[in-house]
């Protein structure tokens, strides 16, 4: 990819601010009381389950929807009354909607009906030199395959140069071989050009692969804002845990500042762990060390009941001992398989790796 | 809301009238028939050079609906052409205006409307008729029938049409003459035995002497224009006028009230009763409204004139609600209701 | 109406919309309110307002539209409406039905041919049906000596009828029936059922609808139309004709609204129904199916063979014998052949004006209708502001598929002439003609052009937008290029209407703007059927020559357009 002087082919980009925005659909409370800061150049994620009010988020940025309340910024401008062709933005959606009629060339000069011709054939050309489908242009998007009509789609949105680029599902018709590769394509160019780039995704992977900050999104309400590792490892609310990644909960009573009954067990808390009274613990699998060498902290016996293969990695199902009927899972890497050997083994939840959900 | 707009467009009608035609042009509406129609307009252009004829022609049934709907708003200056019986119904309604055209003297007292001045004045006479078809007759061995009493024979069962009179204005004229003829109550009497030989009722005056002449039916009984004209083509038919007498009406003209065209409209009645119109009238008609100007035609006997009744034209206005309700109590569902 | 509707004219929003867009989208649906308003709305009210008045002398308001509904004459007239129009779709939906199921589901050679025959009937004024049936068993008919009786009265409007409804059954049933899926008819195969049962337990449960649709329609068509009655009839009257004549011969315009709105009803009642069921039963057939093909039966298929050769044989008679007799010099006296009934005198209602003014009137037809119908159809569909106005257009779209031709024409009369009404002065010309035409062959105009809109892309216009490319050009670059097949398709289907409609027409015309149909029917009124014939005849082969050059056009379209209409992505 020709990635030499590709900052000049974009506006520098501008932030981008949702405040207090709602949106009803009838008596379905799409987005409640949504507010979203996005720094200039950033690559924000929205992410979460179909329903969850990111679409809708994204259409009301894009001005197709238009919110009940609050206001939307562009850079400085309140853009939230303002007509879609007045908001500058660039839109790639998940059917790519490219003119079956119009050849690539035309598709990307499509926004360009402004300019001159000697300009928009310009920018035409930068624009497929950018996506790398220089020889395609005479094409019709039918002739194209999937990958390539994304970019297609891709080129048309950046054409006019917009200070916001807008992405919805934008990998979702793709099988997944190509999607991994085309996300890291995109995640380079939008880095390379600048572009502020909000992207509203079902898919975590691809939201943790190329975010820069992950809105996660249920109800209508944003769960936590934060870069995908803090989302991964802290998660703010039971949902953003249990939407992201995998996980374990264990069901708890206070029984003194630095320990909760689990059943049969006292567990041991880390001393950030707050005061709730009750609630359940959090643990991510791979948290769990299963037999360790040193010796750790909230140490538990358990049986295994059964062990999934996943190539590098195994996932283990386990009971403890002392907590029958509840099981739990832990990851483990292959490599280790021959050490843990019998059935019975041990467990350790570190303190740290606990995090507490009143 | 309505006003303002209709102004306008009133101001641009008028506009574009004033600015387009020197000359007046008169809108008429006339049942004539067609091919007549441009000799009578180029007469009378001929003789008024300031005014320029629109006409507007359907049937006789067609214009008096158009006439009457528009009752509200008449769109017509003058009718040069009508049945008399349904200028009368607009006389009733007060659509017409009097008028004494200047040879109103030479017109025969039958042919003109009774009042002073009146508000339609005649041109010519048309007059009910039978068709007969002799190669039909001859392949079926009907004999001809001479008169209106004759066409009950049951040898002509389903073998005759004739108009029916709630559309067409040749069927009101039959029946209303039937009943004038025979008396009210012998009238129905007679229609309810003419009934059972009846093949079809249809909608227009004419049509039945198409259909005689094609043979289709082989006995129609239209009025007598079509007769002649079908049989100078060659038709094989046998015009037949019933001894009983023919019911006849008049054709005539008269100036819708209220026309800004008044003055014009004038123009045009003076023209229609004139003995200049009148020359056009005898090519097509036998008998006209001014006595001793017209032609005896070839197709038609001598006494053509003498043989028509007399028609009591206020009567047949005047009653025509009710003989078609009674009509179409009687006969209409023919195939259902056998009449007593 | 429009006080109460939110039209953002003045919110900040549309002050940053391109003029251009906002004349485009809020221009356009405005203008299409006022034309449904005054071109659907107020015709239909003014119908209601003329039946229920009580002036002198013209048979309305309630006094005697008791009369009218209490009296025999009526019950005749009700009775005989009903007989016909129940024994026409007895007649013609199964008919169609199997004709439709020869073409769709058997393997029988020749169908295009045989689809191009059954079309016939579409291509005519339902007059001449009706004239080549007294040509064939009138009293001088060809094949008199094979029946009974002469052709005049029930079953002759029972054939002229089945004729002329035929393709608007099969329509219905063709696209019905070629919605199949396969995989239903292997798994039937597979457990052994036979193909009475398949037939049974598949074909019919996923076609009854249609079934139903189609003999609501035959219904309503047969009980409004007054032209083959007119023709054939004799003294079978039915309501349509009572209804025609009321207005036409004796001047009773409340009588002729009341039997209007007594012919609305069957057709609000079978819409009502039809809507009804189409929200309980939904879509059998989901996105997956998979395209059923016939095997090879050379029983089914010689069977199925015999019936359409025997369908398209008696509609090759009776369109033949129009023909025909529209060149015989005098049946059935002179039978050599001559073009003396093409040279319309000038006494025959009109002549080659009146079919000048067919054609003027269809192209027009043909050509706003379609521009304003497809561009409403994309407003409504692709824009989603003005939601209220969008509910309205819609609702008001679809009216006009409940309300016969004959009504909308009597309605045309009552409104165009009000007092006062500042319209009046379009009453007998050209442009209410056009209109009127337009009214009352936009919904299956609008759903044609809706249903191709559908299948677009919805994010197409929100992609425009983003490109801040003004939704004018892009309905124009975009849009219109990929639907001009379907476009094509509503600017024939409203050209062939509007060169074969009578019954709104036949009481909006002025003797400038006499239609060919109309002379038809005023010829054949006037004894004159040679020439109503050939008047048939010519309006025939118009209808049949534009549609193949429409055909024809719309094939090259899809050639030139193949590169991007067929190229599969390739993955």
């Known amino acids: 990819m020709n990635s030499t002087n590709t900052a000049t082919l974009t506006q520098p980009g501008v932030p981008m601010r949702v405040r207090n925005v709602s949106k009803r659909f009838g008596a379905f409370k799409a987005l409640d009381n949504v507010s979203l800061e996005v720094a200039a150049g950033e690559l924000v994620c929205l992410l979460g389950p179909s329903g969850c009010g990111k679409t809708t988020l994204l259409r009301c940025i894009a001005g197709l929807e238009r919110q009940d309340d609050g206001h939307l910024y562009l850079g400085d401008r309140d853009v939230s009354e303002l007509a879609p062709q007045a908001r500058d933005y660039g839109i790639l959606f998940q059917s790519y909607a490219l003119f079956p009629n119009l050849t690539v060339e035309a598709n990307i000069a499509y926004g360009l009906a402004g300019r001159n011709r000697d300009g928009a054939r310009k920018r035409v050309v930068q624009m497929l030199e950018l996506v790398g489908l220089t020889d395609s242009e005479k094409k019709f998007p039918g002739q194209l395959s999937g990958g390539q009509q994304q970019r297609v789609a891709l080129a048309r949105a950046l054409a006019p140069a917009p200070s916001l680029l807008l992405l919805d599902e934008p990998m979702s018709a793709l099988d997944a071989r190509v999607r991994e590769h085309l996300c890291t394509h995109l995640r380079q160019l939008q880095r390379s050009l600048g572009i502020t780039t909000l992207m509203v995704t079902h898919n975590q992977d691809e939201a943790m692969l190329m975010a820069d900050r992950i809105a996660v999104m249920n109800n209508g309400k944003v769960e936590q804002y934060a870069t995908p590792q803090d989302i991964y490892d802290k998660p703010a609310t039971p949902f953003v845990a249990e939407f992201v990644g995998q996980g374990n909960w264990l069901p708890f009573q206070r029984n003194s500042d630095s320990h909760a009954q689990v059943g049969g067990l006292s567990i041991r808390l880390a001393a950030d762990a707050g005061r709730a009274a009750s609630g359940r613990l959090f643990c991510r699998p791979e948290a769990i060390s299963v037999n360790p060498v040193l010796h750790q902290e909230n140490l538990f016996a358990a049986r295994v009941r059964e062990i999934t293969f996943l190539g590098n990695r195994c996932r283990m199902r386990f009971e403890l001992n002392q907590l029958p009927g509840h099981a739990l899972t832990a990851e483990v890497g292959t490599h280790e398989l021959p050490r843990l050997g019998a059935q019975d083994i041990f467990v350790a939840l570190p303190p740290s790796s606990l995090q507490v959900f009143a | ?340 | 109406m429009a006080a109460h509707m939110a039209l953002p004219l003045t919110g900040k929003q549309s002050a940053q919309v391109p003029l251009g867009d906002r004349i485009f989208v809020l221009g356009g649906k405005l203008f299409l309110l006022l034309l449904l308003g005054v071109a659907v709305l107020m015709p239909l009210l003014a119908i209601f307002w003329r039946g229920f008045s009580a002036e002198g002398g013209q048979g309305g308001g309630w006094v005697a539209a008791r009369e009218l509904v209490t009296s025999d004459n009526f019950h005749w007239l009700v009775g005989n409406s009903l007989n016909v129009s129940l024994s026409v779709a007895a007649i013609v939906v199964p008919l169609a039905y199997l004709f439709a199921y020869a073409l769709q589901r058997t393997l029988i050679p020749g169908k295009r041919i045989w689809r191009g025959l059954s079309l016939l009937p579409l291509m005519a004024p339902s007059m001449l049906p009706g004239i080549a049936l007294v040509y064939l068993f009138g009293n001088q008919g060809v094949l008199r000596g094979l029946v009974a009786d002469n052709i005049y009265g029930f079953w002759g409007i029972v054939l002229g009828e089945a004729i002329y409804t035929f393709p608007h059954a099969l329509m219905i049933l063709l696209s019905a029936l070629s919605l199949a899926d396969a995989r239903l008819f292997d798994a039937a195969s597979s457990m052994g059922a036979s193909p009475f049962k398949a037939f049974r337990s598949i074909t019919w449960p996923g076609t009854r609808q249609a079934v139903f649709a189609a003999f609501c329609l035959v219904f309503t068509l047969t009980i409004t139309d007054f032209g083959v009655p007119v023709v054939v009839g004799g003294d079978y009257q039915v309501l349509a004709l009572e209804a025609y004549k009321a207005v036409v011969g004796q001047q009773q315009f409340g009588r002729g609204a009341l039997i209007g709105m007594v012919l609305l009803l069957p057709a609000l009642f079978s819409f009502g129904v039809d809507a009804w069921l189409r929200r309980q039963h939904g879509d059998a057939m989901s996105g997956r199916a998979q395209v059923f093909k016939p095997l090879s039966s050379k029983g089914r298929d010689g069977c199925y063979l015999a019936i359409v050769l025997l369908i398209c044989a008696a509609l090759l008679l009776v369109f033949g014998m129009a023909v025909y007799s529209s060149l015989v010099k005098f049946w059935p006296y002179n039978l050599s052949l001559s073009l003396n009934h093409y040279q319309f005198s000038d006494t025959a209602g009109g002549g080659w004006l009146a079919y000048r003014n067919s054609v003027t009137m269809a192209l027009c037809t043909a050509l706003i209708g379609s521009a304003v119908i497809f561009t409403g159809a994309y407003l409504m569909e692709k824009t989603n502001g003005q939601k209220r106005l969008n509910l309205a257009l819609r609702m008001l779209s679809f009216v006009p598929m409940a309300v016969p031709g004959l009504v909308l024409g009597l309605g045309y009369v009552f409104f165009f002439n009000l007092p006062g009404n500042p319209l009046h002065v379009f009453y007998g010309t050209m442009t209410l003609l056009v209109v009127c035409t337009i009214a009352h062959y936009l919904t299956t105009a609008h759903m044609t052009a809706t249903t191709a809109l559908r299948q677009l892309d919805s994010e197409f216009e929100a992609a425009a937008l983003s490109l801040k490319a003004p939704l004018y050009r892009h309905y124009w670059r975009v849009t219109l290029p990929i639907c001009l097949p379907a476009l094509l398709d509503i600017v024939r289907y409203l050209f062939v209407s509007a060169m074969t409609t009578v019954s709104a027409a036949i009481f909006l015309y002025s003797p400038d703007t006499i239609l060919a149909a109309v002379a038809v029917l005023n010829m054949d009124d006037a004894g004159n059927v040679g020439g109503a014939a050939a008047m048939s005849t010519l309006i025939l082969f118009t209808s049949a020559g534009v549609s193949l050059l429409l055909a024809w056009a719309s094939r090259g379209v899809l050639r030139r357009s193949q590169a991007w209409r067929q190229g599969a992505p390739a993955q």
């Open chain 2, 1 to 340: 809301m309505f006003k303002p707009l209709a102004l306008v467009a009133a101001v641009l009608t008028a506009f574009s009238v004033n600015a387009f035609a020197a000359k007046t042009e008169l809108t008429v509406y006339t049942a004539l028939e067609a091919e007549q129609l441009k000799s009578y307009k180029q007469a009378f252009e001929k003789a008024n050079p300031d005014v320029e004829i629109k006409w507007v022609r359907d049937s006789t049934g067609i214009i008096t609906a158009k006439l009457l709907a528009e009752k509200a708003r008449p769109q017509a200056d003058a009718v040069w052409g009508l049945a008399a019986s349904s200028l009368a119904i607009l006389d009733q309604q007060g659509m017409l205006q009097s008028y004494a055209p200047q040879d109103l003297a030479k017109i025969g007292p039958n042919y003109r409307d009774a009042a002073n001045p009146p508000a339609w004045v005649g041109m010519d006479v048309w007059a009910a008729t039978i068709c007969f078809n002799t190669l039909e007759a001859e392949k079926q061995g009907l004999t001809k029938p001479v008169s209106w009493q004759d066409l009950t024979k049951p040898e002509y069962k389903g073998k005759i049409v004739m108009p029916n009179p709630a559309s067409s204005g040749t069927g009101f004229l039959d029946v209303s003459a039937w009943l004038q003829t025979f008396g009210e109550k012998q009238g129905w009497a007679y229609m309810d035995a003419l009934h059972q030989n009846i093949g079809q009722y249809v909608h227009s005056g004419s049509k039945p002497c198409k259909l005689a002449a094609a043979g289709e039916f082989p006995i129609g009984i239209p009025f007598e224009y079509p007769a002649v004209q079908l049989k100078r083509q060659g038709a094989p038919l046998d015009i037949i006028l019933p001894k009983e007498g023919l019911g006849w009406e008049i054709e005539a003209t008269a100036v819708i009230k209220g026309t800004p065209h008044e003055a014009a409209a004038k123009k045009l009645a003076d023209f229609s009763a004139s003995p200049a119109a009148m020359e056009l009238y005898k090519e097509n008609f036998a008998v006209l409204a001014q006595p001793g100007i017209a032609k005896p035609q070839t197709e038609l006997p001598a006494d053509y004139e003498q043989r028509l009744i007399k028609n009591d034209f206020a009567w047949a206005s005047k009653n025509r609600d009710a003989i078609l309700t009674e009509w179409r109590k009687r006969y209409d569902g023919k195939s259902e209701k056998v009449a007593q």
